[in-house]
Each structure stands twice: as structure tokens, then as C-alpha cells.
């Protein structure tokens, strides 16, 4: 089973028909309000979505994240992405311009669990936070700007990225989401 916590994003959905097209997976969504009513334990996969504001407005996935990381494998999602970022020493800063909807080349490590044999992607951006450099978590993808925009640890199962997989604009947002699926048990 997936459980999705939902941070009160639009594309929460996307995300979840686009996982219902790559894996026959039970798919659970839960509000982040509603975070108590959440099964973690019955699930084998927790993916955080992206939301609005800011990582310290939601502090119940921090207390999720450090109860589960290592034990489960976590994809954390624009939003999420920076919640997992921060909970490992990033600090989370207000871009001088927004993205909505912009896509950007990145450069990838082909050696990494999402971007496995990708040096490069596109990928669909939807957001105004970045993140520094975290600790203890490998930088994956960078714009060409150099802001960080996936990282992770597989020996924790931590994946994130700062863009949309599920957008349109990510060209390979599916084989993403496919791989961590594949690949997030794996301890290499």
C-alpha cells in the first residue's frame, strides 16, 4: 500500500492517478489534518506531497519522518522535499522568483535510485522555496543555477525532488516514480 499524506495540494490527485497508472499498489490518501486517522504501519511506501507555505507549518511529518525513515521508503515532493531537506540540517529560503509551471533542464546523477541512468531531465517546477545543501542526504539533481532539486540516502529509503514527477512537463516524471516504487527497498 502507498499512503500519500496530502498537504492541502491541487496536485495531490495527479499524483495519485498517475501512481494508479504505473502499479496496481492500494493507494491511501489522508489529509494532513487528518494525519492521526493515517495507517504508516499497514503501508509500504509514504510519500509526502507538495502543499503551500512553508516546511515548519507542518511539523506532524517531521515526528512521521523520523519515526519511519530507515523502515519505509519516503519520496518527498516540492513541499515534502524541503520538509525532508530541513529535517536534515537544509535551511529553507524564499527564491528571488517564482516557478509555476516553468520547466528547467536539470543535471542528474545517473547513479542515484529516481534518476537511475539519467544524466539529465526535465522536469516541471511549482514553487518559490529552495533548499541548502542537507546534511547526510546526497544532492541528486541541481538546476543550472545550482539549486538542489532531488536528493537522498538510500541506506534511510529517502528520496525527494523539488519539481513535479507528475506533471506533464517532467518528461520522465513516470520512470521517477517507477523507479522509487522499483528501487526503495533497495539498500545498495
Known sequence: MILIIDNFDSFTYNIVNQLHFLTDEDIEVVSYDCLHQA???KADYIIFSPGPSHPSDYPLLYDLLQEYCGRKPILGICLGHQIICSA???????????YHGVPS????????????NM????AGRYHSWAVTEPEGLKVTARDS??????AESVSMKLFTVQFHPESIISADGNRILENFLKYGHEIL
Open 39 to 41: 495507517s504508516p504501519d
Open 88 to 98: 536534515f540540517g537544509s535551511d529553507v529560503y524564499r527564491l528571488g522568483k517564482v
Open 105 to 116: 533542464l536539470l543535471d542528474t546523477d545517473p547513479e542515484s535510485v529516481l534518476f537511475r
Open 119 to 122: 544524466c539529465s531531465t526535465v
Open 145 to 150: 543555477s545550482g539549486i538542489v532539486m532531488a
